[in-house]
């Protein structure tokens, strides 16, 4: 189907709203918001967890014209992520998910601020041992005591070692310094409720570590494409670490359920199919209904930075209509199609930033993939529609990028790849849309 198809097939408005990634305003985003539906299951304790988890990640920002009169490196809007909070604990979501590696570090302290103007027993705290480079005993425990004092606590419900997928990783980490142990001991003090995991990395690790300690909870990444697929940095499918904790009967949080925004604007033609299956329904409700279908799930974490990302999701698991046999067909072909026209693994996480030459990575990529998804993509000279993506393709990248953070500003120095979760080679990618960019401004 070519663009053109797509909107004639589903109509101007709805094919432009699909194309842009955002819900119909006369359907999905103008929908009631329910009170006291949400969807929520038993962890190992018999704690009731909404399915619906608010990750911390992305946080709204003040606006730009304001950052100036800052000091220091906190731009976060905190009034804005205070309503959000209080709008997400009156529908029933109670579970908060951070790090002191999110938002520059300053994720752990907002979520406290915000979570401290409501009794304790109202909400559930989850965050991570984020040492990522700060390995050393002293470091780890310095960060960890930090973590109760932003977070406004004397303990925590979900307590994960964060992000390991390597052997080598989790024993510079974990091992060396005892911080394994000691995590375990505060387990059994109290202070840490129940104790888990988040991986990313490689399927023989998982395996492994998944026997070796008695987890209570693991976090993986799950969604309707990694199902059945090998994606960027894992290389076991979501499948095959859901059924392990099944197996196990260990409860499976969920990050990536959308792969940082890009099932939220899937390609057009994928697009056209949800909008046959459901045509008030937003690309994301499905990719949340796939994940939210798996009984074993305890919740689904998503980075909700705007009020209206949090009203949708709130809907699509208030309460949860799991899918049919006839959804998880069509969301196979969704996914065959994303495997066809394949983005650049990219899920917005921040962790390449800030780049020293000045680069947006993330919003480079970004552009890249929607260009892709909405069919701005001016890969053929021949294509009638060729000018027109090609215009689309370079203002719409000078619009969101400043000339100055473009990719052709990439010096291959590598310093942005060692933490990316997802191993994208970045300085490649770069070359890529560099080279790509140049093509499209000389073949006019």
């Known amino acids: 189907m070519e663009r053109r198809e797509f909107i004639k097939l589903v109509g101007a408005g709805a094919a432009l709203t699909a194309l842009s990634g955002c819900r119909d305003s006369s359907s999905a985003a103008s929908a009631e918001t329910p009170l006291g539906k949400m969807t929520y299951r038993a962890d190992k304790l018999g704690n009731n ?25 906190n731009d976060l809007d905190q009034e804005a992520i205070n309503e959000s909070i209080s709008y997400a604990i ?21 979520t406290g601020i915000a979570l401290s103007r409501y009794p304790r027993d109202k909400y559930f705290i989850s965050t991570k041992m984020s040492n990522h480079t700060q390995k050393t005993r002293e470091e780890s425990l310095k960060m960890y005591y930090k973590q109760f004092e932003d ?15 390597t052997h080598q990783n989790f024993k510079e980490r974990y091992l060396d310094n005892g911080i394994m142990d000691f995590l375990l001991k505060e387990r059994e003090s109290g202070k840490i409720r129940q104790l888990g995991w988040s991986f990313h990395g490689e399927g023989d690790f998982f395996d492994w570590l998944m026997a070796q300690y008695p987890w209570d909870f693991v976090l993986i990444q799950l ?24 197996e196990k009967n260990i409860p499976a949080m969920i990050m990536e359920p959308l792969l940082g925004g890009r099932l939220a604007m899937p390609h057009y033609k994928a697009r056209a199919l949800m909008s046959q299956a459901s045509p008030g329904a937003s690309a994301a409700s499905w990719a949340f209904r796939f994940a939210g279908s798996l009984p074993n799930v305890l919740t689904v974490l998503s980075g909700m930075t705007f009020m209206e990302n949090l009203q949708d999701n709130i809907r699509t698991y208030s309460p949860l209509e799991p899918l049919a046999e006839k959804d998880y067909a069509m969301l196979n072909e969704v996914a065959q199609i994303a495997l066809e026209y394949r983005n650049i693994n990219c899920t917005s996480c921040q962790y390449c930033m800030p780049c020293p030459y000045g680069l947006d990575i993330p919003e480079i990529f970004t552009h890249f993939n929607r260009s892709l998804n909405e069919g701005n993509f001016p ?26 953070r473009q990719a052709n500003r990439c010096t291959g ?3 942005c790849t060692k933490d990316c979760p997802q191993r994208i080679d970045i300085p490649k990618e770069m070359q890529r849309i560099d ?8 073949n006019v």
């Open 413 to 415: 120095c590598q310093i």
């Open 435 to 442: 080279k790509f960019t140049e093509t499209l401004k000389v």
């Open 90 to 110: 009156e529908h029933g979501v109670n579970i908060f998910d951070t790090s002191p590696r999110y938002c520059k570090g300053f994720s752990e302290k907002a």
């Open 49 to 73: 967890v909404s399915l619906l988890g608010y990750g911390c990640m992305r946080y709204p920002r003040i606006a730009r014209a304001r950052r100036e009169s800052l000091s220091g490196d």
């Open 379 to 404: 890969d053929n000279k021949l294509d009638p529609d060729y000018r027109r993506a090609r215009r689309a393709f370079l203002v719409g990248q000078d619009r969101k990028i400043s000339p100055l």
């Open 151 to 165: 977070l406004q606590t004397d303990y925590i419900d979900y307590y994960l070692v964060h992000s390991v997928g």
């Open 223 to 246: 969604n309707y494409l990694d199902w059945n697929h090998v994606i960027g940095r894992t290389s076991a499918n979501a499948k095959h670490q859901y059924e392990v904790l099944v």
